[in-house]
């Protein structure tokens, strides 16, 4: 992605590096060439060159990244809808909108969690291109789902299959070859279906297994052969067990973990993205969208057993990212940061927890620790600048108009920052 030229000061902000630490008031963040080269209290001189942004009663923080992104899912009522309602070109630009979004919402970075077709890759290339705007994104194109599993919804009638949204696999050969194909797509995460979920309560309900362990060991050994990094939609705790035994990289959700599942999950460090805000939404809004009431209690059964699992992982000193599966009717795209404010207040995390969770450990998952996800001199300038303060009130990230600067690269993307006329920003850049 290009990167902006020149300097940008950051003052009289209270800034949150990502780190873990307590926030510093009054501390200054220099950005030049899109990287971070200080932050701090004020540094040196006055910089006549710098462009100035005025943070006074702001927070300043890493930009987030949302872990687990559906930038093709379209804000859907009913799943079915993901595979048949619109042709690829429409759902393309759809995309492009919701990455668009995100980066207006503060979110600077995305990991792909599935993807219609391989737009996601494409999309991808455009933004590090320039050519449209959203968040560094690692992409992972078609997910895997057993035959018959919670993916796999058309009837055999309809003599259609999944091709746009899953490849299908029946054993290990067939596991192999779809990890290929999405070797030759260009993508760097697998996203699987190890276990159902609370959606499809008669065949694959949130307690099914969706893939054999074969499988999944079959898809571990071919994509880590050739670079690629493995995930899976985990529910059932034999589900997860399986994940952490086959070797993937990261679970997505985690819902019914146990001891044995949480000593594998911390003896190699792995990730895991709970996304639980959309269970609150699915038993909160369901009923509008026609859900069942076995659906919603099957949701009301993922959330609680979620929650224990996220508090447990934390306890226990584990990774978890901040993700929400947003790209459903009840639970659209621009909500991305109810799931920050549910961990603070429907699950007890801090603020100063959640917001690590969404900045360094996103970054961590995606595998560019190095480059992003802190507030640190030599890191990509991806930074966020929010009216108010977050540690008091992290809700403040839910509404655009708290949202003041989204800066990518060292460039000011999005916020109010942008609107003619704010005073909040002088210098020579605008010139
Ligand atoms: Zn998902």
């Not at 780190?19 to 220099?30: M, Y």
């Not at 609150?280 to 959330?303: C, N, W, Y």
Request: aromatic share 6%; with cysteine; glycine share 12%.
């Amino acid at each position: 992605m290009k990167t902006a030229n020149g300097r940008l000061r950051i003052v009289s902000g209270t800034v949150i590096d990502g780190t873990g630490k307590p926030p510093v008031a009054g501390s200054e963040v220099h950005l030049e060439d899109g990287l971070i080269r200080h932050v701090g209290p004020c540094a040196g001189a006055s910089d006549p060159l710098a462009t100035v942004v005025d943070a006074s009663g702001c927070t300043v923080l890493p930009g987030l990244v949302e872990a687990h992104f559906h930038p093709t899912y379209f804000n859907v009522a009913a799943l079915e809808d993901l595979d048949i309602k619109y042709p690829i070109e429409y759902v393309t630009l759809l995309a492009a909108a919701n990455a668009k979004l995100a980066l207006e919402c503060g979110y600077t970075s995305a990991r792909s969690g599935g993807s219609l077709h391989n737009i996601d890759v494409w999309l991808k290339k455009a933004i590090e291109e320039g050519l449209a705007p959203g968040p560094r994104m690692a992409a992972s194109g078609r997910e895997i789902c057993g035959a018959g599993g919670l993916m796999d919804w058309n009837p055999e009638y309809r003599k259609i299959g999944m091709e746009g949204l899953v490849l299908l696999v029946n054993g290990p050969g067939e596991a192999r070859a779809a990890v290929r194909k999405l070797v030759k797509d260009g993508v760097e995460w697998v996203k699987t279906y190890p276990t159902g979920d609370a959606a499809a309560p008669d065949t694959n309900d949130h307690h099914t297994l969706c893939m054999t362990f074969d499988e999944m060991n079959a898809v571990v050994a071919t994509a880590h052969n050739h670079g690629l990094k493995v995930t899976g939609h985990c529910r059932a705790t034999e589900g997860i067990r399986n994940a952490l035994k086959a070797g993937y990289d990261a679970v997505e959700h985690g819902t019914f973990m146990d001891q044995e599942c949480l000593d594998l999950l911390l003896s190699r460090d792995v990730p895991v993205v709970p996304a639980l805000y959309f269970e609150k939404a699915s038993i909160e809004r369901g009923p509008e969208f026609g859900m069942s009431q076995r659906v919603i209690d099957g949701h009301r059964e993922t959330l609680e057993g979620g929650i224990e699992s996220a508090k447990m992982i934390l306890r226990a000193g584990g990774c978890l990212g901040m993700g929400g599966d947003y790209g459903f009717a009840w639970n659209p795209h621009g909500d991305y940061a109810k799931e920050l404010t549910f961990f603070v207040k429907d699950v007890g995390f801090s603020p100063l927890e959640v917001l690590t969770c969404a900045t360094r450990n996103g970054a961590k998952i995606l595998g560019r620790l190095n480059e992003l996800g802190t507030l640190e001199a030599g890191k990509l300038a991806d930074v966020l600048i929010v009216k108010g303060n977050l540690l008091s009130d992290i809700s403040l990230l839910e509404k655009r108009s708290n949202i003041v600067a989204v800066i990518q690269g060292g460039e000011i993307k999005a916020g109010t920052a942008l609107d003619s006329g704010n005073r909040a920003v002088r210098g020579p850049s605008l010139r």
